[in-house]
């Protein structure tokens, strides 16, 4: 058995693996995959039915299961969701394990699995993965705007 | 119009997400359908000896019982020493799970898992008995459930 407590080992060896058998398209091409199958049934429901509320819904449970760190917030009048992870136990799990070589693009994983779906329903994303190196990292997601005349 | 904020610590809760088994077996269905049974081995070899390095030098130092006090510390955190029952002796660890977390999981969340439950043990398991010294025999494994039995018996004891 795999655990559910070790998985972020083993999706850490997936993409290496799968970059190593196709370069780096070939890890984006399971992310979208991954994306359209799975993230697609789940969070883009939630925002189907919701609006961009259903971001607050999906996470709410995930980020909680995931003990992560974090301070979340949504904005009804201004349609704006955003995370501040003070630590994301993923990546700290990855940083932890110094005899691993983590993959070099880990957190890359994120902005494709949710915003691809997102953006489907008129949501765009911005990040700041500056600091994954700590375990931190800042999203934001908001409905677009129509352009003022 | 609502503004809400939730903040929480690590410490506020405890680390057990469920959707990562069916996440690990989307990657396993996903490298099993583009790379074949080949691809889903070369995979499991690589996450146990880059993961399982230090627990296989365990191993390698205290054999059987490394095993079977990883085991436990595994089922406790899936919440699930419910399902474990294993036996020790000096040659052989006998183990017998009642259901796969895992498993259980996904098909109360209407998923169907993949064909890899038991080759996963077979590859992880594998390695974890030749640093024992040892030979892995699963002896059966439930499709419905995940349910298990199987061992690691010395070699020279399970001639």
């Known amino acids: ?31 979208e995959h991954i ?31 995931e003990a992560c760190d974090f301070r979340m917030t949504y904005d009804e009048e201004n349609e704006r969701f955003t995370i501040d992870m003070r630590h994301c136990p993923s990546r700290g799990m990855l940083n932890e394990l110094t005899y691993m070589k983590p993959y070099h693009d880990y ?30 990292c800042f999203s934001c997601r908001q409905m677009k705007r129509p352009a003022q005349e | 119009m609502a503004l809400l904020v939730m903040d929480r610590k690590a410490s506020d809760n405890k680390y ?44 390698r130092r205290r054999g059987l019982t490394a095993i079977a006090e990883y085991l436990k510390d595994i089922y406790e955190k899936e919440d699930a020493s419910d399902a474990l029952r294993y036996t020790l002796t000096d040659a052989c660890l006998t183990v017998e799970t009642a259901y796969h977390p895992g498993v259980r999981y996904m098909r109360s969340v209407g998923e169907t ?11 992880v398991y594998g390695i974890f008995a030749e640093a024992a010294g040892c030979a892995f025999s699963l002896r059966s494994y439930e499709e419905q ?8 018996a010395k070699k020279e004891a399970a001639v």
């Open chain 1, 1 to 31: 058995m795999i655990s559910c407590t070790e998985f972020i080992p083993f999706y850490s060896e997936l993409f290496t693996f799968l970059e190593e058998q196709g370069g780096y398209d070939a890890v984006v091409r399971y992310w």
């Open chain 1, 35 to 65: 994306s359209d199958t799975y993230v697609q049934d789940r969070l883009g429901k939630l925002v189907e039915k919701e609006g961009i509320r259903g971001c607050w819904t999906y996470w709410s449970r995930s980020l909680n299961e």
């Open chain 1, 107 to 136: 957190c890359g994983h994120c902005a494709v699995l949710y915003d691809r779906v997102l953006e489907k329903y008129g949501v765009e994303g911005t990040f700041d993965f500056s600091k994954v190196d700590k375990a931190q």
């Open chain 2, 16 to 59: 057990l997400h469920l959707d990562f088994h069916s996440s690990v077996d989307n990657g396993l269905r996903y490298v099993g359908e583009h790379y074949g049974e080949k691809g889903v081995r070369e995979l499991l070899r690589r996450y146990t000896l880059a993961y399982h390095k230090p627990r296989l030098e365990d191993i």
């Open chain 2, 113 to 123: 898992p993949s064909e890899w439950g038991p080759l996963t043990m077979q590859v």
């Open chain 2, 145 to 152: 459930t995940g349910a298990a039995k199987f061992s690691f």
